[in-house]
T-cell receptor
Framework: GAVVSQHPSRVICKSGTSVKIECRSL??????MFWYRQFPKQSLMLMAT?????????EQGVEKDKFLINHASLTLSTLTVTSAHPEDSSFYIC??????????????FGPGTRLTVL | GQQLNQSPQSMFIQEGEDVSMNCTSS?????WLWYKQDPGEGPVLLIA?????ELTSNGRLTAQFGITRKDSFLNISASIPSDVGIYFC???????????FGDGTTLTVKP
């Protein structure tokens, strides 16, 4: 159980275009999902907390107009990188937290999306 | 904000050797989590610890939640080549709150 998927796994786009990444919890409902960004050989940097039915909470320094998050259902959150530029190239990973009381602090991660902006 | 110091940064060991890594913090956490990340993939949860002093095993992996709630360690016994990867610790202070991640320990196992 606790499987999280992401789509696409890789995307290459031209500078100035927008890219949407989907994160789905496959076998549980998640009221909270998280979006991370990871640079090579570095740790995970939390970008925002996605809350079902309400606005996302962004970390300091993350532009909410640049990284649009929508959590419209209990199994789907989307991250849209708007007007992408080469510096947005990175590995984006989502995670979801199951509602089970015995594991309420555990996050389960998706396989990640490699974004390359040319 | 809360920060985690994870050490060592990297380890190069021979197959069959035991491995130990740890995380320390200046502030307390109520949950400690250990993850493994393979190249190009998302982290996979290895062990979750919820009580100070708790010692939990998952196969050849053993992790402990420090009594002070400011540290945790992960041991891997009899390492094998597939143990190669980056291991991350994470601490959670508030129940259902954000996780704070360490910088990772990169493990290389020589056959």
């Amino acid at each position: 159980g606790a499987v999280v998927s992401q789509h696409p796994s890789r995307v290459i786009c031209k500078s100035g275009t927008s890219v949407k990444i989907e994160c789905r919890s496959l076998d549980f409902q998640a009221t909270t999902m998280f979006w991370y960004r990871q640079f090579p050989k570095q740790s995970l940097m939390l970008m925002a907390t996605s809350n079902e039915g309400s606005k996302a909470t962004y970390e300091q320094g993350v532009e909410k107009d640049k990284f649009l998050i929508n959590h419209a259902s209990l199994t789907l959150s989307t991250l849209t990188v708007t007007s992408a530029h080469p510096e947005d190239s990175s590995f984006y990973i989502c995670s979801a937290r199951p509602p089970f009381m015995s594991s309420y602090n555990e996050q389960f991660f998706g396989p990640g999306t490699r974004l390359t902006v040319l | 904000g809360q920060q985690l110091n994870q050490s060592p940064q990297s380890m190069f060991i021979q197959e069959g050797e035991d491995v130990s890594m740890n995380c320390t913090s200046s502030s307390i956490f109520n949950t400690w989590l250990w993850y493994k990340q393979d190249p190009g993939e998302g982290p996979v949860l290895l062990i979750a610890l919820y009580k100070a002093g708790e010692l939990t095993s998952n196969g050849r992996l053993t992790a402990q939640f420090g009594i002070t709630r400011k540290d945790s360690f992960l041991n891997i016994s009899a390492s094998i080549p597939s143990d190669v990867g980056i291991y991350f610790c994470a601490g959670v202070y508030t129940n259902a709150g954000k996780s704070t991640f360490g910088d990772g320990t990169t493990l290389t196992v020589k056959p």
